[in-house]
């Protein structure tokens, strides 16, 4: 009788794929430092130690994911021919990795000094080759103006990373498209006059006399550079200049820190939103003021805004869960406010719409190279207009300032 002896199983050919697509699932669930290796082994259905045959560790698995993705981008970009085809490939690949841009924004301060500086190196190799097909198409732009309208078409491009509403495919990739064009169109730009500004304000500035003050204004930048499971509540003190136990007399932990910062910053968008309501006499007029203002804080040390998308989920469940109503109940209503300058516009397809034009306005703002060239946060709100396909300075009438009054 012939005995059959079993054999091994074959490891698959793309078990490394395998195990990058399980990573990016769980890093873009749970966090970097949330998950664990057996949390991606399982996902994958192989052990932990399965993993170390193909990654050194987690961080080697986080850097492969963000360079991997920034690579195939390049590459899409490379294989293009001219400006419309390189938009084709780039609006392909955002929807195919909507996880990706979300990753960067949150985790790329977690990779290695090396790494982290090959990813920047990548980001603004993918700014300056679309630049170049940019200045191509249209050669009277200088560089700056090339760069911006890059970098704000590539901010623009990762707003499906930050959102779940739904549209089909092929009226998705319409729509990106056709705000992409229209920051390619734009004659905002035509000297470099329209892009410089003061310098904006980096340092620390007055300290607050309340000691909770103090900790909420120490607390947000450092969360911003560091993200929030990195940062201890000791740091957060020392940097307020308190220390001791002193400290839980105002937070009971970094949570309630967390929690109070992103409340405070959705109270103030709603004030602004409110406050454009009352002065304007046009939606678009109301929705240029909402804009102007939603740059003006996106690009301040202190602004919480930025962790309104990457550091909400830290919060404890009900609490994130109210935040997050208070913050899509402002996105409602801008989208409310653009139905009413384009009726032409779907409920979802202005709701994916705005959401892109804010995205542009909160990620440019905080941009190197925004930050380097002292590029003017008007100049921005009135590019995210243009991808509404809106009049960026509408004549509605209103007799007070068109942008909140923060300084930049």
Request: charge should be positive.
């Amino acid at each position: 009788m012939n005995v059959k002896t079993a054999q091994p199983a074959r490891r698959p050919a793309d078990r490394k794929a395998q195990i990058l697509a399980a990573a990016t699932e769980c890093f873009h669930r749970s966090g970097y430092h949330a998950t664990g290796m057996e949390d991606i082994a399982a996902a994958v259905g192989i052990t932990a130690g399965a993993l170390y045959r193909h990654f050194r560790g987690k961080q080697d698995l986080l850097s492969r994911v963000l360079l991997d993705g920034l690579d195939t981008l390049a590459a899409a970009m490379a294989e293009a021919g001219d400006l419309d085809a390189m938009t084709g490939a780039m609006v392909g690949f955002t929807l195919d990795h909507r996880s990706l841009p979300l990753l960067l924004e949150r985790e790329t301060r977690n990779l290695a000094e090396q790494d982290r500086a090959a990813v920047l190196s990548r980001q603004s190799a993918h700014a300056a080759v679309l630049a170049g097909a940019i200045r191509g198409h249209r050669p009277e732009l200088d560089e700056t103006a090339g760069l911006l309208i890059a970098w704000c078409t590539l901010a623009l491009l990762t707003s499906p990373s930050y959102h779940d509403v739904a549209l089909p495919r092929p009226r998705y990739e319409e729509l990106l498209r056709a705000q992409a064009s229209a920051l390619y169109r734009t004659a905002l730009l035509p000297g470099p006059e329209r892009l410089t500004g003061p310098p904006r304000r980096t340092g620390p500035g007055i300290a607050p006399v309340s000691r909770r003050e103090a900790l909420l204004a120490a607390a947000i930048p450092l969360f911003k550079q560091r993200g929030f499971q990195q940062v201890s509540m000791e740091e957060i003190g020392a940097a307020a200049g308190i220390t001791g136990p002193s400290i839980y007399n105002h937070f009971a932990g970094k949570a309630e820190i967390l929690d109070a910062a992103l409340h405070r910053e959705a109270e103030v968008l709603h004030f602004v939103l409110a406050r454009a309501l009352t002065e304007s006499r046009s939606a678009g007029g109301a929705l240029r003021r909402v804009l102007r203002a939603y740059a003006s804080l996106s690009g301040m040390r202190t602004s919480a805004t930025p962790l309104l998308v990457g550091e909400i989920a830290f919060l404890p469940r009900e609490r994130r869960e109210r935040m997050i109503r208070v913050r899509n109940g402002f996105i409602n209503e801008c989208v409310a406010l653009l139905r009413a300058s384009r009726p032409d516009m779907a409920e979802n397809q202005a709701a994916v719409a705005m959401r892109g034009a804010l995205v542009l306005v909160n990620v440019t703002s905080r941009a190197r190279f925004t930050l380097e060239r002292a590029i003017p946060t008007q100049v921005l709100a009135d590019l995210a207009m243009e991808t509404l396909a809106l009049d960026p300075a509408p004549d509605d009438g209103g007799t007070a300032r068109d942008d909140f009054p923060v300084s930049q």
